[in-house]
């Protein structure tokens, strides 16, 4: 059952590499998907970095092996409800890292497909979405972020709950992901 799991992820991952759909493409991750022992939980973020996970392939780490200021936080607000970081699935929703983030939501549409077959052979009961630009392409018809922060979304795909994105300028990144964690905690049980 793994090895056609791991094998339907190295498919799509080849798929992913070979697109060329975005014309505002800068660079193109070799790491899609990173496999925690927990996929009852799969994070997904914006678009790579263009330091960080796709050059350690560790996600949540850069490439010296030191945890990344968001990571670091993230880690933190999971730590607080049971959970390991690195023991949970994770993945990007725009798979290439875009010339400008004015090209965010193109180059998201265009990889779209790919992220909904991740999730499809990931099968999570829960996606947190960290921050705007990651919810918009799993949760699209919200006006206001503050709208759909913190509450569970059911859909086909399990439970989304969007979070504040962790990152260390963030003002809220840490504090009102606090509750936000509880929720998470509760939907497990």
């Given at each position: 059952m793994e090895d056609v799991f791991i094998n339907d992820l190295n498919k799509l991952h080849?798929?992913?590499?070979?697109c060329n759909k975005c014309a505002y493409r800068d660079i193109c991750s070799p790491t899609y998907t990173y496999v925690g022992k927990d996929n009852r939980i799969l994070i997904l973020g914006e678009s790579p970095a263009k330091n960080g996970w796709r050059i350690s392939g560790k996600a949540?780490?850069?490439?010296?092996?030191k945890i990344t200021a968001t990571g670091k936080i993230l880690k933190t607000l999971l730590s607080e409800i049971g959970l390991v970081l690195e023991d949970l699935s994770?993945?990007?929703?725009?798979?290439?890292?875009?010339k400008s983030p004015k090209f965010l939501k193109d180059c998201g549409q265009n990889c779209y497909p790919?992220?909904?077959r991740q999730i499809e052979i990931l099968k999570p009961?829960?996606?947190?979405?960290?921050?705007v630009r990651a919810t918009e392409l799993v949760l699209p018809k919200f006006k206001k972020f503050s709208d759909v922060v913190g509450k569970i979304h059911k859909t086909d795909s399990g439970f989304i709950i969007p979070i504040?994105?962790?990152?260390p300028i963030?003002?809220?990144?840490?504090?009102?992901?606090?509750?936000?964690?509880q929720?998470?905690?509760?939907?497990l049980i």
């Open positions: 080849k798929e992913i590499r070979d949540w780490y850069e490439p010296s092996g994770f993945t990007e929703a725009v798979k290439c890292t875009p790919f992220l909904k009961k829960i996606i947190i979405t960290l921050g504040y994105h962790p990152s963030s003002p809220v990144g840490y504090k009102l992901n606090v509750p936000i964690m929720t998470i905690k509760d939907l």
